[in-house]
Structure formats: structure tokens, C-alpha cells
């Protein structure tokens, strides 16, 4: 009875804010193409299919209506954004800066830090957090991600010529590099804690996808009362314990040397000399006494005025933490189907890095990675394809004019990224891979927001240096030591909607070592 209660009073407060979005707001979003819906409740009956379906019903409206639509989902209208025109006023804009409704849902895990925040809040916390990205920073954060690749190349030797569900595989040594460069910590020994993160993350995306369809399920406490509820809290329980771990343990480490790594640490991330005389390597509740984390600068942060909380650096750290190795991983999965299906590609990465390392005497620091430079093309070309990220959300608070239509204050905007990668207005051929579109004489002309797998404008990826920088560092040193074959293809392969762009099912690559010389 309680439960029929709930559905009727939904469906009134539906209606009512119905023949409300009906006003002015509808007025002008009349003009703009997309599906008709239902009454009251839009698209529905269209998005409520499996979850493994769910990402074809969303492409076949993209391409239905490209470049641009409108669809109603119960209360909230969106508007698609399928084109670089479009997407360019958008990204650019100062006043529609905010978040999307969707993005609420991770309030539960992410709080409000840099990805779901807004205002003068975002503002505060971008400052705070963009030196821990300056390029003196990522030059030890490369130390970082090498020691790492290469644990990661050893292993995989170890197990002779092999067969790799890239998804698992990846996730765990992305996850180890995000950890030690970001937060200090390593994860050597904590194998079940990782496993069990790991899962908690998948969980929270299938229950984010589940509960976003579904919108008598956006109150809390009635998808409380579901199993994916509760499989939400439950993972929420997990994600939270391994994040506040790291943040003691990284204080309970500067508790003990009396905080002499956080003095002057904003000189220090931007590349000034620790007059300190501490060996780098030595360890302490394993972390490496001299190398600046992101973590750090949070902390410095909150003891240097308050600047922020604890329950700042925790949503911080959660957020960072996810960003920082589920979208890496993403890319590196796609980016290894694409190179073992293309031979040649392959081959012409290996003689690169091999040629770029035997100059170096096998050393591989910064001078020697912006020397891959066919490997950075093969890498933007693989994101091209299969942006980690497929679409980014903005909630309207000033109207907006776009190139041909009006969007009112209130209105829900995606700015579809992997439509735009694939327009072939902009790029010909769209569905071939084929690393030389990205040659310097190809860039010449192209549409600066035709190609965004880091979003674009003030609320681009802070980390996107350091994402590229961990995607050359592994394929160069994978396909330096294995020869990659193919087992699944990257176009064969289903998707599944989520926060980044999933594989719906395992995918693997066979790995086969080269002799050592």
C-alpha cells in the first residue's frame, strides 16, 4: 500500500511539474527537434530496457536527430549536443558552469570536490589542487609511473606467453600509479583492499546507470529501499574506508617527521629544491619521504588557514582516486585492442620507443617521451574512437544561444563526446583508425572542439597531462617487450553506459614476449 502511495503521489508531482517545464521553457524547446514522448513521463518506456541495451537506444537517437535534440525524461528536459559548434558555446561559456542533476547522484561518494562542485567552491579547490599538475610535478610522478609499468612488464613476463582480461589488468596498475603519484601510497600488500575498491567502483556505475533511468528512484530514500540501493551502500562503505585509510596514514606520516615535508610545499610543487637531506627512497609507512603527493597539498591546505576540511580532502581524494585511474584504465584497454588488431601501427610504435630508448641508453625520462611522437598520435587516435569520458553534463542557469537554437535557464545539457569524435563532417572516414589524422598538417584547420577527450574550456581535466603521460609510458614499455594479438576487437566490442566508457564484457589480448637483448 505504501509503496502504491509513493507511485501516485510521484506521478501527481510529475504532472504537476509537467504542465510547469510546459511554460516558457517548453515554449522555446518546442522549436527543437527530438522524439515527442509521453505525456508526463518522455522518453521512458524507451530507456527502460537492459542495461546492456541501454547505450544502442541512446546512438540510435543521436543519429536520428544529429547534430542536436531535445528529449523529456519525467521532470527534466535535456538537450544533446551532438556537434563541435555547439559543444564550443558550451564548454566556453562563465556562467554555465554548473553540473548537471545526473551528477548529484555522486554526491554520495564524491561530496561536492573539483568534479561536482561549482562556484566559488570549484574555484578554491582548482587553485588549491593545480599545482600538484605543474610539469616540475609530473617529472616525478614519470618516476612513478616507469617503476610501475615496468612491475607491471615483469609480470607479465613471468606468465610466458599470455591471455589478459585487459579491464582487471588494467585497473589494478592504474589504480597503484594514481595512489603512490596523487596520495603517497603504495598498495603492495593490499591486494584484497584494492580487489574489493575495484568492484566497490563497478557497483557504484551500474547503480548510478540503474537509479538515472529510473526517476521514482531519484529520492534517496526510495532507491534506498531497492537492491541496487543497497548495493550502493555498501560499496559506498568500501570506496570510503580505502580512501580514509590513505588520508591517515599519509598524516600519521607527516605527524611523525613533525610536518617538515609540508613547509614551503607550494615552492616545492613548483619546482624549488627541499634543502632537506633525507634519502629520497627511504620509506615510512610506505611512502617516499620527498616526493610532493596531491594529497599533500590538501593537507598543507588545511593546516595553512583552513582552507579546507576534512571532509574537503576526503572528497578530494575520492574524486581523484576514481578520475585518476578507472578513465586511464579505459583508455589503456582500448588503445591495446586497437594496436593489437593493427599490426602495422604496432610495429611502428616498437621501432620508435626502441630507436628512442637506444639513444637514451634505455633510460625513459621526459625528453625522451615527447620524442614518441607517433605514439601520441596513435594514443589521440585511440581516444578519438573511444573517449574515456562519452559525454559531459551541464545544467543551464542563464539562457544560452546556440548556433541555431535557444536553450532556456533550467535545461539540462550533454555534450555528447563520442558523437563529435566521430562527425564526419569533421572527420572523414570517422569509424578508421588511423593514427595520422592527428600529423601537424592534418591539425591545421580542424575544429578546435571537435576533438575534446579532456573536455575543453574552465573546467577542462586538470589531469590531463598526466593521463597522457601514463598512456605512453605503458604502451611504449607493453609494446616494447610484447608483441600484442588480437583476441577481441575494439568494434566488436558492446558498451555499457556508465560514468566512463565501459566494456559490457570482459576483452582480452594475447601477450607475447619479445626475447630481451
Not at 551502500?233 to 599519509?250: P, S
Not at 614551503?264 to 617516499?288: F, P, Q
Request: glycine share 6%.
Amino acid at each position: 500500500m505504501l509503496v502504491l502511495t509513493t507511485l501516485l503521489l510521484g506521478i501527481l508531482i510529475l504532472g504537476a511539474i509537467h504542465v510547469h517545464i510546459r511554460g516558457r521553457r517548453g515554449r522555446i524547446l518546442a522549436k527543437m527537434p527530438g522524439p515527442s514522448g509521453w505525456p508526463i513521463i518522455g522518453v521512458l518506456p524507451s530507456v527502460l530496457v537492459p542495461i546492456e541495451k541501454l547505450w544502442m537506444v541512446g546512438r540510435n537517437m543521436d543519429k536520428q536527430y544529429y547534430p542536436l535534440y531535445k528529449f523529456w525524461l519525467a521532470n527534466h528536459v535535456i538537450v544533446a549536443i551532438l556537434n563541435p559548434d555547439d559543444a564550443e558555446v558550451m564548454l566556453t561559456s562563465m556562467q554555465n558552469i554548473d553540473k548537471s542533476s545526473v551528477y548529484n547522484f555522486l554526491h554520495a561518494w564524491f561530496g561536492t570536490g573539483l568534479l561536482t562542485s561549482t562556484g566559488e567552491k570549484w574555484q578554491k579547490r582548482r587553485k588549491i589542487l593545480t599545482p600538484a599538475f605543474h610539469f616540475n610535478v609530473l617529472e616525478r610522478y614519470l618516476t612513478i609511473t616507469v617503476e610501475n609499468s615496468e612491475r607491471a612488464v615483469k609480470s607479465l613476463r613471468g606468465k610466458g606467453e599470455c591471455v589478459q582480461d585487459l579491464v582487471q589488468f588494467l585497473t589494478q596498475h592504474t589504480l597503484n600509479i594514481i595512489c603512490e603519484a596523487a596520495m603517497g601510497a603504495s598498495l603492495s600488500r593490499k591486494e584484497e583492499s584494492q580487489k574489493k575498491y575495484r568492484k566497490a567502483v563497478h557497483d557504484m556505475g551500474s547503480a548510478l546507470v540503474y537509479r538515472l533511468v529510473r526517476p521514482w528512484l531519484y529520492s534517496s530514500w526510495t532507491f534506498g529501499c531497492t537492491a541496487a540501493g543497497r548495493m550502493q551502500t555498501d560499496a559506498l562503505k568500501i570506496l570510503h574506508r580505502f580512501t580514509k585509510n590513505i588520508i591517515a596514514e599519509r598524516k600519521e606520516f607527516h605527524e611523525k617527521t613533525d610536518g617538515r615535508f609540508l613547509k614551503n610545499i607550494v615552492s616545492k610543487s613548483s619546482g624549488a629544491d627541499d634543502d632537506d637531506e633525507a634519502v629520497e627512497n627511504e620509506e615510512l609507512h610506505g611512502y617516499r619521504k620527498k616526493r610532493m603527493a596531491m594529497l599533500d597539498l590538501l593537507i598543507a591546505a588545511q593546516r595553512d588557514g583552513q582552507q579546507i576540511d576534512e571532509l574537503g580532502i576526503r572528497e578530494e581524494v575520492d574524486t581523484f582516486m576514481f578520475e585518476g585511474h578507472d578513465t586511464s584504465a579505459m583508455g589503456l584497454c582500448f588503445a591495446l585492442l586497437l594496436i593489437a588488431e593493427h599490426k602495422d601501427v604496432q610495429e611502428r610504435i616498437r621501432q620508435e620507443v626502441n630507436e628512442v630508448l637506444k639513444n637514451a641508453d634505455g633510460k625513459l625520462e621526459m625528453s625522451e617521451l615527447n620524442k614518441f611522437n607517433y605514439l601520441e598520435r596513435v594514443i589521440k587516435e585511440s581516444l578519438r574512437l573511444y573517449p574515456s569520458v562519452p559525454f559531459i553534463s551541464r545544467n543551464i542557469t542563464e539562457d544560452m544561444q546556440l548556433k541555431d537554437y535557444l536553450i532556456p535557464r533550467g535545461t539540462l545539457v550533454d555534450v555528447r563526446i563520442y558523437l563529435i569524435h566521430r562527425d564526419p563532417k569533421h572527420w572523414p572516414d570517422p569509424l578508421k583508425f588511423d593514427p595520422d589524422r592527428f600529423l601537424p598538417e592534418r591539425i591545421q584547420g580542424r575544429h578546435p572542439f571537435s576533438y575534446i577527450p579532456f573536455s575543453a574550456g574552465p573546467r577542462n581535466c586538470i589531469g590531463q597531462k598526466f593521463a597522457m603521460m601514463e598512456l605512453k609510458v605503458f604502451v611504449a614499455l607493453i609494446v616494447k617487450n610484447f608483441i600484442l594479438e588480437p583476441i577481441d576487437f575494439a568494434h566488436e566490442v558492446p558498451i555499457l553506459p556508465d560514468i566512463v566508457l565501459r566494456p559490457a564484457r570482459s576483452v582480452h589480448v594475447k601477450f607475447v614476449p619479445i626475447a630481451e637483448k
